[in-house]
């Protein structure tokens, strides 16, 4: 039994200097029935004094879990173990809310909480010049998969999800050794096979947004965690609600991050739902690698 209505969560790695901008806006929250769980992924700047002090003050408990270093996926994970919230709310340790975000996300899901078909809720982010960030809905709320957003409704961009700990709790971030960077995208897609979100048209987290998210960064961390990334394309090859010339994409870049990868070719053959098929597309792969392996630069399509 969940005992309050959210857990704000925030996974940080050195942003001693950004987090007291959240704590604030937190403070300010017109609904106060939440708690904030910290996950520090092996900070070594003034992270923890600084949470002690943010505690020493608050009205509102504050959980502050240090790990060693393992990427986002892993601070999640161990948000979603330790989270008493019924709606679990990501917020970046650089980003903050309005005022009334909890109060509004609060609005929206108790209109569906009792339809077992939901998820969730996820409003819009903007930055903080008060610009949007991604398309509009046209519509005050459209429920759909987090899936069906994006490939049905073609509304891109990012929006700020709370999620029920109970569907966290089941789909928890899959755990490769030795590689510290999953794309969140993995766990989007998959609770989508199951449930919707209501997405509504109301602003509710403040950030600074990269524009150039899809970047030689990303293309690198890709690489250098090719297990996750071979298991992001692999599902989305065989996701049927992600039209045909998108799982094609996805077969093209599985095979594109392959090549560093040490499975052997029939594992990777078989995480592909036509083997077969998937071979023919090979080549494309093959010559998208090369591309980055002398550019770095190429767009990722998915």
């Known amino acids: 039994m969940n005992t309050m209505d959210f857990t704000v969560f925030t996974a ?15 403070c300010q929250q017109t609904c106060q029935n939440f708690e904030w769980i910290i996950v520090d992924d092996g900070s070594t700047d003034n992270t923890e004094n600084l949470v002690k002090e943010l505690a020493a003050q608050s009205t509102f408990q ?9 990427g986002k996926h892993r601070a999640i994970n161990k948000g979603v173990q330790f989270a008493e919230g019924e709606l679990f709310f990501m917020v970046d340790s650089d980003d903050y809310l309005l005022p009334n975000t ?4 609060s609005k929206y899901w108790k209109q569906i909480n009792t339809n077992s078909e939901f998820a969730g809720v996820a409003g819009k982010k903007i930055l903080k010049n008060g610009n949007d960030i991604g398309d509009s809905l046209n519509t005050a709320t459209l429920d759909c998969t987090i899936i069906e957003r994006r490939y049905k409704f073609n509304i891109n961009g990012d929006k700020a999800e709370a999620i029920l700990t109970s569907v966290m709790e089941k789909y928890p971030f899959p755990d490769y050794p030795n590689e510290n960077f999953c794309p969140e995208g993995l766990i989007w897609n998959r609770i989508s096979l199951e449930n919707k979100i209501r997405f509504f048209d109301e602003a509710i987290y403040v950030c600074e947004y990269l524009q150039d998210g899809l ?8 690489k250098a965690n090719s297990n996750y ?14 039209p045909f010339i998108f799982r094609l994409r996805a077969i093209i870049n599985f095979w594109r991050f392959s090549f560093g990868n040490d499975k052997s070719f029939n594992q990777k053959k078989a995480m592909l739902k036509n083997p077969a098929f998937g071979i023919i597309l090979l080549p494309a792969g093959y010559f998208i690698h090369l591309k980055d392996f002398f550019f770095d630069k190429v767009k990722i399509s998915q």
């Open 215 to 222: 970047s030689q960064k990303s293309i690198k961390n890709r």
């Open 102 to 105: 909890l109060e509004t996300i």
């Open 229 to 242: 990334t071979l298991l992001l394309y692999s599902e989305l090859s065989k996701n049927r609600q992600i």
């Open 12 to 26: 940080t790695y050195n942003r001693a200097n950004t987090l007291s901008k959240l704590f604030e806006s937190l």
């Open 62 to 70: 504050i959980k502050y879990i240090k790990q060693d270093n393992g």
